[in-house]
């Protein structure tokens, strides 16, 4: 069965300290993966995704995001978080002719200090 | 182009009403999916049409349907609601549902059971 398991629900920083969302996957076959977030009251907004070519993934807002298949994950980051980041954001799996389901971790609340 | 738009935004209805929702895609997607995000459950699939074909279906019971007209534009419906149908429902349009496509997603209807 495929799963994804975002290993922090909710993640504190400070302005302009480096933000790290942690993504772990669990597929029987090369995945598409992706990251979205979510500001309150919103739809979803596609951060970047990956699908087997690089396996470093440059998104928007300074977003990346690394493909490791020895450890089965997809971990987002970004060097100096802005306020504007504070929103929920979800790592996705999406199987080859699985007919759109796309399969979301639970996550993770990043809340931005001052 | 134009963003995925769904319609209405906000609805409240009381337990064993019936609901139907509208999406329309972005030009020239063919695919339409629907997920259900909830607090307790996350986001979860509940349909893929493609060219007017149900493709993919998650674990919705049977009062959970949808349909897909030629124009691409989608409608959900819900039929005999329960509290637990209280939700964000979201839909995502891409060009096509391989799996590698990104999907686009609306603003979402927010449902609210009385």
């Known amino acids: 069965a495929q799963s994804v398991t975002q290993l922090d629900s909710h993640v504190s920083v400070s302005e302009g300290t480096p933000v790290l969302l942690r993504c772990n996957y669990s597929?029987?076959?090369?995945?598409?993966l992706f990251w979205y977030v979510q500001h309150p009251n919103k739809g979803l907004q596609l951060l970047l995704k990956?699908?087997?070519?690089?396996?470093l993934v440059k998104g928007i807002n300074g977003f990346e995001a690394e493909f490791k298949k020895s450890e089965t994950s997809f971990h987002l980051t970004k060097p100096s978080a802005h306020m504007s980041d504070a929103a929920e954001y979800f790592c996705?799996?999406?199987?080859?002719?699985?007919?759109?389901?796309?399969?979301f971790g639970q996550g993770t609340e990043l809340s931005v200090k001052p | 182009k134009a963003g995925v738009t769904q319609t209405p935004r906000y609805l409240i209805k009381t337990r064993g009403q019936q609901v139907t929702l509208s999406c329309s895609p972005i030009?020239?997607?063919?695919?339409v999916s629907w997920y259900q995000q909830t607090p307790g459950q996350g986001l979860q699939f509940l349909f893929e049409?493609?060219?007017?074909?149900?493709?993919n279906k998650g674990n919705f019971p049977g009062r959970f349907s949808g349909r897909q007209f030629s124009n691409s534009r989608s409608e959900m419906n819900v039929s005999t609601l329960e509290l637990g149908d209280s939700a964000l429902y979201l839909c995502?349009?891409?060009?096509?549902?391989?799996?590698?496509?990104?999907?686009?997603f609306g603003p979402g209807t927010r449902l609210l059971v009385l």
């Open positions: 995502a349009s891409s060009t096509d549902s391989q799996g590698v496509e990104t999907q686009y």
């Open positions: 597929s029987s076959y090369s995945p598409s």
């Open positions: 990956y699908t087997s070519a690089a396996t």
């Open positions: 996705v799996v999406s199987l080859y002719n699985q007919g759109g389901k796309l399969i």
């Open positions: 030009s020239g997607h063919r695919s």
């Open positions: 049409y493609f060219s007017e074909t149900q493709r």
